[in-house]
């Protein structure tokens, strides 16, 4: 089974600052993994995702994510914030690749400060 | 350029009244999927569908019953609604096994309260 953890349900940065959201997963066999965003009352849009190729991926908006196995963990990363990245992020794993079912955490929210 | 549309996108219902919400893709995506959220709990799947005729079981499946009669359209009714039934519902859909690797394309969501 696949299970999904974020740890902080909300996350405070100054506009500059390094920004760090952490995702933990469980699963018992290779996993996808996905980060989402989600601005105010829009839908979600994939940030990016990890499909068993590189570990370290880039998304858009200059965000990045490591794929580390060994503490099955995906955190997102920028290196500077900026007031419009405030927004909803869900880290997400990939149940089976035969249905596209995934699990989602239980969402971050990132708070962008002037 | 619509992607995937649900409607309505904001809805009051009294308890013990149904509804059903409708979702339309035009991407020509084999799978489709239902998600609420709720604060704190992320997203759940509700149901799923892999493709026309066909749907599936998520993980909060009770009290909610869909169809998928066209490949484009997958319906989430309610038919009688419950105040834990509040909350923001979304569609998905994404491309089949083997192309598919995870990226669902959601619509807008839509707000339900159930009074």
């Known amino acids: 089974a696949q299970s999904v953890t974020q740890l902080g349900s909300h996350v405070s940065v100054s506009e500059g600052a390094l920004v760090l959201l952490r995702c933990n997963y469980s699963?018992?066999?290779?996993?996808?993994l996905f980060w989402y965003v989600q601005y105010p009352n829009q839908g979600l849009q994939l940030l990016l995702k990890?499909?068993?190729?590189?570990?370290l991926v880039k998304g858009i908006n200059g965000f990045e994510a490591e794929f580390k196995k060994s503490e099955t963990s995906f955190h997102l990363t920028k290196p500077s914030a900026h007031m419009s990245d405030a927004a909803e992020y869900f880290c997400?794993?990939?149940?089976?690749?035969?249905?596209?079912?995934?699990?989602f955490g239980q969402g971050t929210t990132l708070q962008v400060k002037p | 350029n619509a992607g995937v549309t649900q409607t309505p996108k904001f809805r009051v219902l009294k308890t013990g009244q149904s509804m059903t919400l409708l979702c339309a893709q035009d991407?020509?995506?084999?799978?489709m999927y239902w998600y609420r959220q709720d604060p704190g709990m992320g997203l759940r799947l509700i149901h799923y569908?892999?493709?026309?005729?066909?749907?599936a079981k998520g993980e909060v499946p009770d009290g909610y019953n869909v169809s998928r009669l066209k490949k484009q359209n997958f319906l989430l009714g309610l038919e009688s609604a419950a105040p834990s039934q509040t909350s923001v519902y979304f569609c998905?859909?994404?491309?089949?096994?083997?192309?598919?690797?995870?990226?669902?394309?959601f619509g807008e969501g839509s707000r339900l309260t159930v009074l």
């Open positions: 998905a859909s994404s491309y089949s096994h083997p192309a598919n690797t995870g990226e669902l394309f």
């Open positions: 699963s018992s066999v290779p996993p996808y």
């Open positions: 990890y499909t068993s190729a590189a570990t």
């Open positions: 997400a794993v990939s149940a089976t690749s035969i249905t596209g079912k995934l699990i």
């Open positions: 991407m020509n995506h084999e799978y």
């Open positions: 569908s892999v493709g026309e005729g066909t749907t």
